[in-house]
């Protein structure tokens, strides 16, 4: 067992800031001079609406978000996303558009066609195994919304612009690279995203919503599956996530205060994963899955030239502080998730490792 902090590229849970880490060991036991622990203050109390109103506001200070966008904490993932999403924008004449990039796409889709919802499938890219980004997309001129996933961590692609739609909203799933750019918030109706992969720990749900979407929604609804319950309420009708809507707060902040906001994020974001990228194209031992123009800056996903040479990677890895480098168990390979808490220290030891492995094994 190791006694110190491994480089960690788990695609989630994973990685946190280690300042963050730090604030959170430095005042769990006593949060801001509360005499609790942040996981016992009460919900209805002044420590947590501080906590809560401050993710909020830095949420939209980082993202320029106006009055018209509500900013919601939910649980049960992305994944109850999907169903909501139809659900409540989605009625007997409507229909929407729907963008297949592969499984959390593919799962969206399902959970539309549950309900039986109008939706058309408008672009895939599962001709090629989900390894590129659709572009030159037609959509429905009377959607309801257009659905994107806009970052796939299995197959390790992402859309680095989105799609013209034509002032139809986007609602797009956002979990594995919110807050890691800039985004113009005009395109979109709604983004949301499970907190675990690129914002703070399992168990959290972000949910921006503009308000044209709100009035549009079903209110004929159960008042947990509704969006107008949460917005109505500070997303506290019931007891929400306390733990990790701090931790979210805190990632905020460093990103906000630390970093110095989205567009220097993204800067760090491109150098990180161009480092990785650049090493494996110099290379005929190691291979990317994407396509090069779909290629993510959150996942990078590669293999080895068979199998047991992957399994021996993935071994030696965590032997030499590298862990996670598993691929997701459904297109095994290798992936290393490198989120806004990814050192460039943490890369250049994973460049480093690689190297001396290829020398080794080729």
């Known amino acids: 067992m190791t006694d110190q902090r491994i480089h960690n590229f788990n695609a989630g849970p994973a990685a946190l800031p280690l300042k963050v880490l730090e604030n959170i060991q430095a005042s769990f036991l006593n949060f801001n001079g509360s005499g609790m622990s942040i996981t016992e203050i009460s919900h209805r109390s002044s420590y947590f609406d501080d906590v809560i109103n401050d993710a909020v506001s830095r949420t939209k200070r980082l993202l320029k978000l106006d009055d018209r966008f509500h900013v919601l904490f939910l649980q049960g ?9 139809p659900m409540n924008f989605l009625g007997s004449e409507d229909t929407a558009d729907y963008v ?27 001709d090629r195994d989900f390894s590129y980004i659709p572009k030159d997309i037609e959509f429905s001129k009377d959607a309801a919304y257009v659905h994107l996933t806009s970052n796939n961590t299995i197959k390790g692609t992402q859309f680095h612009e989105f799609p013209d739609t034509k002032g139809v909203p986007i609602v797009c799933d956002m979990s594995s690279d ?14 949301y ?7 703070g720990p399992s168990g959290t749900c972000m949910v921006i919503l503009r308000q044209d979407m709100l009035n549009m929604a079903n209110e004929n609804l159960p008042s947990m599956l509704k969006y107008a319950t949460y917005a109505s309420k500070n997303s506290m009708y019931n007891t ?23 567009e220097k994020m993204e800067a760090y974001n491109i150098e990180k994963a161009g480092l990785l990228y650049d090493f494996i194209e110099s290379s005929d031992f190691y291979n990317t899955t994407a396509r090069e123009d779909s290629r993510s800056l959150m996942n990078v996903t590669f293999r080895l030239p068979n199998e047991d040479l992957e399994k021996l990677f993935i ?20 992936r290393a998730s490198i989120y806004n808490a990814a050192t460039m220290e943490g890369m250049k030891a994973l460049v480093q490792f690689m190297e001396s492995f290829e020398k080794e094994n080729k």
């Not at 800039?182 to 395109?187: A, R, S, T, Y």
């Open 77 to 85: 993932g992305a994944s109850l996303q999907f169903a909501m999403i």
């Open 100 to 126: 297949n990039t592969g499984t959390w796409s593919t799962k969206a889709i399902k959970e539309a066609k549950i309900q039986n919802k109008n939706y058309r499938v408008a672009a895939s890219s599962e």
């Open 178 to 191: 919110i807050f890691s750019r800039p985004l113009d918030m005009e395109k979109f109706g709604m983004i």
């Open 193 to 199: 995203a499970g907190a675990q992969k690129n914002l």
């Open 240 to 262: 929400p996530p306390c733990f990790g809507i701090y931790t979210i707060d805190l990632v905020l902040k460093w990103i906000e205060e630390d970093i110095g906001g989205l």
């Open 315 to 334: 071994t030696k890895a965590t032997q030499n502080g590298l862990g996670g480098l598993k691929g997701h168990r459904s297109v095994g390979g290798c």
